[in-house]
């Protein structure tokens, strides 16, 4: 039978469309956030990055929110194509020397 | 080319045959971290290193063990592997302290015990 752990939030979009990837966080004196993507067979690899002085950053294609008052963080990919299907990650730093990871959610982009 | 490397990538092996997992980078990174990954779980931290002889457990440690002999080498040692350590293990570093910077991964290690 499928492992419960295939059962990852999945969203679908269109190709064109923009994507937006929600996390919730739980500690409040957590100050930095990373987004990892993830493809099929891979190891995680850098999207973006924000520290919590910041609410928004922007690389290419891409924009990280970060709203303190709620512990939500969301990336925002823009003009979503299909190498973009893969499992993000965000991930915070809950003390000096770690980050712990959410459990991921998965983009699947249709031609 | 900047890379953190994983030695083997798929490993099948029994209950109780000590195994070693290398990892190596060649960024200079102070900071060396182990990860697994299983299904529902997300990615839990097994064990890090800030520095060469400095190492402390992460989330789940036990049936782990870790040297950091050398700045760039992070094996993770397995004495006596059991099935359910079957999972897929990430090695990642990072230039400084692991909480504050970009975490560079490994391509991943897939061990299966029996």
């Known amino acids: 039978g499928e492992s419960v752990g295939l059962h990852l939030p999945t969203l679908s979009v269109q190709e064109g469309d923009n994507s937006i990837i929600n996390?919730?966080?739980s500690n409040s004196a957590s100050d930095y956030f990373i987004w990892y993507k993830q493809e099929s067979g891979k190891g995680p690899q850098f999207i973006i990055d924000i520290r919590s002085n910041m609410d928004k950053r922007q690389g290419q294609r891409v924009t990280v929110l970060l709203n303190k008052t709620?512990?939500?963080?969301?990336?925002?990919i823009a003009a979503t194509q299909p190498g973009d299907s893969a499992v993000y990650f965000c991930a915070e730093n809950k003390g000096y020397s770690t980050l712990t990871f959410g459990k991921g959610t998965m983009l699947l982009v249709s031609p | 080319e900047a890379q953190v490397t994983q030695n083997p990538r798929y490993l099948i092996t029994v209950t109780g045959k000590k195994l070693t997992?290398?990892?190596?980078?060649n960024m200079n990174h102070e900071y060396m971290s182990w990860y697994r990954?299983?299904?529902?779980?997300g990615l839990r931290q097994i064990y890090y290193s800030m520095n060469v002889e400095v190492t402390d457990k992460g989330d789940?440690?036990?049936?782990?063990?870790?040297?950091?002999?050398?700045k760039r080498n992070f094996p993770l040692i397995l004495e006596s592997p059991s099935p359910n350590q079957t999972s897929l293990y990430f090695c990642a570093s990072s230039y400084s302290t692991g909480g504050d910077y970009e975490q560079y991964f490994g391509p991943g290690t897939r061990l299966t015990v029996t």
């Open chain 1, 23 to 25: 996390c919730a966080y």
């Open chain 2, 60 to 70: 789940v440690p036990e049936g782990y063990k870790v040297s950091r002999k050398e």
């Open chain 2, 37 to 41: 990954q299983d299904p529902g779980l």
């Open chain 1, 70 to 76: 709620v512990k939500h963080l969301s990336l925002q």
């Open chain 2, 21 to 25: 997992v290398t990892c190596s980078q």
